[in-house]
């Protein structure tokens, strides 16, 4: 049996690029290029997450340019009509590698947070190639969302995370509303959110009886 050569693989790249080219100039297939990147970067990106499933104990680390990957190679097959989620699906990739992290290990909740992070960030790319749509506002409110996430999900061993979590959903609402007279409901919202956090607390500390 013959040895792996890395003339095989060259060679069928080769192939690979050139029937794609010759597809899309007689008129048959668009994006060749895309396509082909797209295909490679798939493929790397399941090499590396079948060893994430083979051991995922030992690699764990294989999330990352796994799912990475496979958002690089989902973005390069996105039709022209839905080429603004690119940035949402690439960085959604690397997002889902990070909550690939905290979910298989929850004492790792400090994924959390570049998991939404991401998110919120490929979410913000996308609408803004949207025309009318104002997302300013978003940014922040996706960050008070993540910093939610993490006070929910650690059951209160991260109460420091209410903190943000208000600060940035109420300013999150007074920049992505600008054309509503929100100083009217502004003070109404910070007393029912800060005395919520109060009585939330008094419940979840230990009785001194």
């Not at 396509?35 to 990352?64: E, P, S």
């Not at 570049?114 to 922040?140: K, N």
């Amino acid at each position: 049996m013959r040895k792996f050569d890395l003339r095989l693989t060259l060679g069928g790249l080769l192939i690979l690029g050139g029937v794609l080219a010759l597809l899309d100039t007689i008129g048959i297939i668009g994006n060749a290029s895309g396509i082909f990147w797209g295909l490679i970067w798939g493929a790397v990106g399941v090499f590396f997450l079948y060893l994430l499933v083979n051991d995922r104990k030992n690699n764990w680390w294989a999330a990352f340019p796994g799912f990475t990957l496979l958002g690089m190679a989902i973005s390069s097959f996105l039709p022209k009509p839905i080429d603004f989620l690119d940035g949402l699906v690439f960085l959604g990739g690397i997002s889902l590698a990070f909550w690939w992290v905290y979910f298989t290990d929850t004492s790792r909740w400090w994924a959390i947070i570049p998991a939404g992070v991401l998110l919120t960030l490929g979410a913000v790319s996308s609408l803004d190639d949207i025309s009318g749509f104002d997302s300013g506002g978003l940014f922040f409110i996706g960050l008070g969302l993540t910093f939610l996430l993490v006070a929910v999900l650690t059951r209160g061993e991260q109460s420091w995370a209410w903190y943000p979590t208000v600060a940035l959903l109420i300013f999150g609402a007074l920049v992505g509303i600008p054309s509503m007279d929100i100083t009217d409901y502004f003070v109404s919202a910070v007393l029912i959110l800060v005395g919520g956090f109060m009585i939330f607390r008094f419940f979840k500390q230990p009785s001194s009886e």
